[in-house]
């Protein structure tokens, strides 16, 4: 190769790092914002577990008047399917977020070398 095919290929490379550095900088920075949302979901499904919902049905059906007491445990149940349903909601969201971090470091693109 002469010096010129040397300095014009070298260039070219040059060109492609620099192109390859930003669209990686740009998958990486998405990936960090995923990464982030993961640890406010990994937080807000322990917060979720934390909720103990055994103590509300506490006092048995003596101390209520009524119906009360059966429309307090429907509303408890409600509130414990309301519970699951969002934790479930958070794992798919969670396994989501995790795929899609797989697919965009698989789209991060080689540095060319001489």
Known sequence: MSP???????VKIAQ???AVHRHNAKIDRKIERLKQAIQEL???QVELESLRTNKLEHGGEN???????????RKVGHMEDDVKRLSSL??????????KIRRLRAEKQSYWFF
């Open 16 to 18: 492609h790092n620099e």
């Open 90 to 99: 958070i794992g798919d969201t969670f396994e989501d977020y995790s795929n």
């Open 42 to 44: 990994t937080s807000l």
């Open 4 to 10: 010129e095919e040397i300095a014009e290929r070298l």
């Open 63 to 73: 101390v209520w008047k009524g119906d009360v007491y059966r429309e307090h445990k």
